[in-house]
Structure formats: C-alpha cells, structure tokens
C-alpha cells in the first residue's frame, strides 16, 4: 500500500502554509511565514489538504475534520472508520479519500459518494471540482466526472507542451516490457447513476443520510501502480508511475511518457496554477522543479538532514516545500528568493541545511554522470532537439546538488 497524501500544503492564492508533525496540524502565514494556529489531535494525521476558506485534516484512524482557515474553528467532523490511503481537497472543501474499501467523497454538508475503486493509491481534483482522478495499485487511472453536465475546462496551448488534443491512436503508450505495445484504455463496465441503498454516517455529532452512487468512468492502463496525481491547467493530468511522470488527457486515452527518472520513485507531484511549473519529490531528502512545455529544470532543492513530506504551489511560481518536524520553506523560482516558516510559540527552535540549484540546465555540461533524468524516451529523442543534451545536463545538475558543488548553500535558522 502507498503512504497517504503529503502532509504540507499550499493555499493557491498564498493566504497559508499547512503542516503535519505526528498528531499536531500547523498553520503558517502563507505570505508571511508567521504562525497562525495551531492544534493537537487525538491521533496522527496522515494528511492535510486547503480550500478556498478551509483546512482539511486526516488522521491515521480516519477522523477527516474540517476547520476555518483564519482562526482554526472546527466546522465538521466525519469517521471514515477506516484507515486512510490518500487525500485530496476540491477548492469547495470536498474531500475524496481513498480507504480500503473504495474511494468516499465527503462534502461538507452534502451526501457522501462512493466510487469502486478498492486498491485506490492517489487522488486528484481538476481545478473546479468536476472531475476526480483515482490512481490504483493495479496501474489503473480512473477518471471519474461528478457533474451533471461538467463546463468544460479552459485549456491554454503552452509551445512545446504535451498535446492533448492528438488522437489517441498516434500518441505513444507508456513503455512495458511486459505489456503488449498495443494496449489499449480498459473502459468501465459501471453504469452512470446507479443507486446503491441509503447508508447513515455520523457528521458533526449528528445522524444524517448519505447516498451511495457509482458514477461512470473511464480507465486508462498506466502499467505501473501510481503513487501521485496532478491536474495540469493545460489540460491533462500527470501522474507518478514507477521511475517516470506520464500524462493523460483530461478525459482519458493513451497515456504519454512526459519524463523519465532513472532509478528513482517520483511522488509527491504539484502544478502551478498557470500550468507552466511542475514540482515533484525525487527521494526523502531531493525535490526538483521543472518547466513543463520544455521539461527544463528550473531548481534543485536538497535538504540532507531533514525529510521532505510534501510539495505545493501558492500564487505564481512560488513553490512549497514542506519538511518533517512542522517546518516548512517557500521558494520564489523566478526572483530566487527563499523563505522559511517561524516556529509556534512553545515549540523547540530547528534549523536544517537546504541546498538549491537554481535554472540548473545552464550550468557546464558534466564530464560524467549516469542517466538520473532521462527528459523523453528514445522515440521521443528523434523529433526533440537537443533532448540528449538535456539529460545529460540534468543528470550532472544533480550530481553537483548532491556533492554540494555549484550549489546555494542556505542555512535556515532562527
């Protein structure tokens, strides 16, 4: 089983900074790095998530509480009774979690929802709710649609970016030596609308009913269990799949190899908002950031003695790295400027070394160096120009963060 949802996030707008330390949820100004508030619950929190107006949170037991954003109220309490695997917060405060049994999508006053989805490792919301990606252990991308008559979702072309409008049938599959080259999405068999029996849950101390419903979907075949999903604002979702990061359109079809990364596990995968940044977790200790349209990295983030929990975009490219132990840094990838959070009141002072590479494909092309970021398969290699080139930077742009050589050596200490 995968672990749960990062514990860090990022309000959009930059309003505040979200943190799980074991039992304990922090809240940090997000544009000033101040403590907001602060609250212990009764057992560990395997996730947290941010809306528009709340901040969600999820224990190891499955207690999924809502609180207001500014002050910490508690608004709704739900007892999943299950142990949680994922998380993932639509801006209205939606929440789908992934347990066990299936996937469960909890509104804050509204009926639950429940998807088959039982070996569900990864969740991710389109950016107005509508839509719902649950990635499985099986290597199965669900796309389930939740409206109605979804509005369709505003896709701007970046030049060089993935093409999501390109038929599926000229698109090139994720690569499997075990699997046919011919593979094909495996399509739902699920009747849209279904009603199961009325189940009751406690919300909030009270007993209400909640509709049990079996949406349609559409199943992609990403071969590879999936450990982190994104919405791209461009139009398409990305996903962490064994050692690389695929794409499928917003309504499914073939998946698209968008980079891949020798000998590591991506998760931990974010977008910025205007679709153009990419951040994903390489290892415990390793995030990096990436242009999405020319899959250029933009920064190499490396703190050794601390372990990353968690990446998130705010406003424009300012980029969230969330750590172990409540604390966390913002990173602006343009200016080049660094932040980092201030410690609660009655909290035990922390540093940690935080090494950054910044706009690292500039740097000298490297002697040595295996492949680490390979940025597009050898089929894609004879049409980018220049691809080889790239890896080869990106691979000693990483070897020179992890050596210390060429880097920003920051320590972060109050």
Not at 106 to 120: C, I, K, N, T
Not at 197 to 208: D, L, Q, R
Not at 322 to 334: E, P, S, T
Request: charged share 25%; net charge negative; with cysteine.
């Amino acid at each position: 089983m995968s672990p749960p949802s990062p514990r860090f996030a990022y309000h959009p707008e930059g309003h505040v900074l979200v943190l799980a330390d074991g039992n304990e949820l922090f809240v940090h100004e997000g544009n000033g790095d101040a403590p907001r508030w602060h609250h212990r619950a009764a057992t560990a929190l395997a996730a947290v998530g941010v809306a528009d107006d709340v901040i969600v949170s999820l224990s190891v037991d499955g207690m999924l509480s809502w609180w207001s954003l500014d002050g910490g109220e508690p608004l709704a309490e739900i007892a999943l009774g299950e142990t949680p695997r994922a998380l993932a917060v639509a801006s209205s405060g939606t929440c789908a979690v992934a347990l066990a049994s299936g996937v469960v999508i909890e509104p804050r006053d509204g009926a639950r929802v429940a998807l088959p989805v039982p070996d569900a490792t990864a969740l991710a919301w389109s950016a107005r709710g509508e839509r719902l990606a649950v990635g499985s252990e099986e290597g199965h991308l669900h796309l389930f649609c939740l409206a109605d008559e979804a509005p369709k979702e505003e896709t701007r072309a970046i030049p060089g970016s993935v093409e999501t409008t390109e038929p599926a049938e000229t698109r090139e599959p994720v690569e499997n030596s075990e699997a046919a080259e011919t593979s094909k999405p495996v399509e739902t068999t699920e009747a849209a609308g279904t009603t199961e029996p009325v189940e009751t849950t406690e919300v909030a101390g009270t007993t209400e009913p909640v509709e049990t419903r079996r949406p349609e979907a559409v199943v992609t075949d990403l071969r590879a269990p999936v450990r982190s999903l994104a919405w791209c604002s461009a139009g398409f979702w990305i996903a962490a799949v064994g050692d690389r990061l695929v794409t499928v359109d917003a309504d499914g079809g073939q998946p698209m190899t968008l980079m891949r990364m020798t000998g590591r596990r991506p998760d931990c995968v974010s977008c910025a908002a205007a679709g153009d940044l990419l951040g994903v977790r390489l290892d415990r200790h390793t995030a990096v950031a990436l242009e999405i349209a020319s899959k250029k990295l933009v920064a190499v983030l490396s703190v050794p003695d601390r372990e990353v929990i968690g990446l998130a975009f705010g406003p424009e490219a300012w980029l969230g790295l969330g750590l172990d132990q409540g604390d966390a840094n913002r990173i602006a990838l343009r200016a080049r400027t660094l932040h980092r959070t201030e410690r609660h009141p009655g909290r035990e002072g922390t540093s940690w070394l935080l090494g950054i590479s910044f706009d690292a494909t500039e740097l000298p092309r490297p002697s040595l160096g295996a492949d680490i970021l390979d940025l597009a398969d050898a089929a894609d290699a004879v049409d980018d120009v220049g691809t080889t080139e790239d890896a080869a930077r990106t691979a000693w742009a990483l070897g020179v963060t992890a050596a210390l050589l060429g880097v920003i050596l920051l320590l972060a200490s109050r």
